[in-house]
């Protein structure tokens, strides 16, 4: 029996694996159509929306494993129906839990996969994809790279603009007391970010509160030891998206410490864990179809099928998760509902469709 659960699981995979990179490279091939307004500006050519499109791909994988598994089942279980083997499988003893758990056990595999893609591929590719760019599409050095809001050892920290990497612009730090009360502002032309998290700041204007009276200095340059190391910067700077899952966790963590609101980032930290409860409720999703009677087993009903399911649960986390951050719901809540209403849809259509 184990022999058949292996055979199942690799046609599955197969499956799955052809869907995934298909809708990878659909939504790559998107992309890149997306970048063709683009080229021609600054020093921003066909070949940098190649690279871009190709460096997004990873990250494109992770989004569309849901769906794929979905796609997956219905052509690779849907097969295997179309040639009467799942009946073959079914009359020397298989039951069609088992097969369906036979495929659910792919699960824990594929999500081990995501979280390595997600943990060491996605953020440095996503990175170098919007630094590239970014640093084609600037027309003078000084217009790249996102700012950002950064807080920690009762500080604020703003930067307008990173040139490069190792510099910053129009750079804003704000010190509190521990009781809230704000005692030193600064402000910086610019910042050298050295190798040991040390920013040395240029042009320096530097405001000391202290018994409810001001002090202003001018300073050429003050060193400055951030609480924020260089690996963080990158994090930050950009989207929630691309941080890896351990960071993100202990990004959340600190704003917690911190009573800062974290809730864009817990959204996102939520919607990956979510992953794999929405490619069981898919796989259970699909059940139905796949077992249904023999006028479900054509390709092509099947395929519109998986389409308008993968549709419609997609608009259903979009608009959850936009509703959550809307009216500050709970993100777990939110990231898991649209999992757990097609859960309990594929079990009433697979009870009705075996009455």
């Known amino acids: 029996m184990k022999r058949f659960d292996r055979y199942i699981q690799m046609v599955t995979l197969r499956a799955f694996l052809l869907v995934a990179m298909g809708l990878t490279a659909l939504f790559s091939l998107l992309e890149f159509v997306d970048q063709l307004p683009l080229v021609g500006h600054g020093r921003y050519r066909l070949a940098d929306a190649v690279a871009y499109a190709a460096l ?87 217009e790249r790279g996102q700012s950002f809001w950064a807080h920690g050892d009762d500080q604020f920290l703003s930067v307008r603009r990173f040139p490069v990497e190792t510099q910053a612009e129009d750079v804003d730090i704000y010190r509190f007391a521990p009781d809230g009360g704000m005692t030193e502002y600064l402000h910086a032309a610019g910042a050298r970010i050295g190798a040991d998290d040390v920013w040395m700041l240029r042009d320096v204007t530097r405001k000391t509160i202290a018994a409810s009276q001001f002090r202003t200095d001018h300073l050429d340059s003050l060193a400055w030891p951030a609480f924020l190391s260089s690996r963080q910067i990158r994090f930050l700077s950009l989207p929630p998206e691309s941080a890896p899952p351990i960071a993100l966790y202990r990004y959340i963590q600190d704003l917690k410490r911190h009573h800062l609101p974290a809730t864009r980032y817990e959204q996102e930290l939520w919607e990956r864990i979510s992953i794999p409860f929405a490619m069981i409720a898919l796989i259970a999703c699909a059940a139905p179809f796949v077992f249904g009677p023999p006028r479900a087993q054509n390709v092509g009903y099947r395929m519109a099928i998986g389409v308008a399911i993968a549709t419609i649960f997609s608009l259903g986390q979009e608009i959850t998760s936009r509703l959550g951050l809307l009216f500050d719901l709970n993100p777990a809540l939110t990231a898991l509902t649209p999992s757990l209403l097609l859960m309990m849809s594929a079990a009433y259509l697979l009870i009705t469709t075996r009455d």
């Open 56 to 142: 997004l791909s990873p990250a494109r994988f992770l989004q569309v494993t849901p769906i794929a598994m979905l796609l997956a089942c219905l052509l690779g279980l849907g097969g295997l129906a179309k040639h009467s083997e799942l009946t073959a499988l079914q009359g020397i003893g298989l039951s069609e839990t088992r097969i369906i758990a036979a495929v659910l056990r792919l699960v824990a595999p594929i999500v081990v996969a995501l979280f390595l893609l997600a943990q060491f591929v996605v953020p440095p590719t996503r990175q170098m994809a919007q630094e590239r760019h970014d640093n084609a599409l600037a027309s003078v050095a000084g």
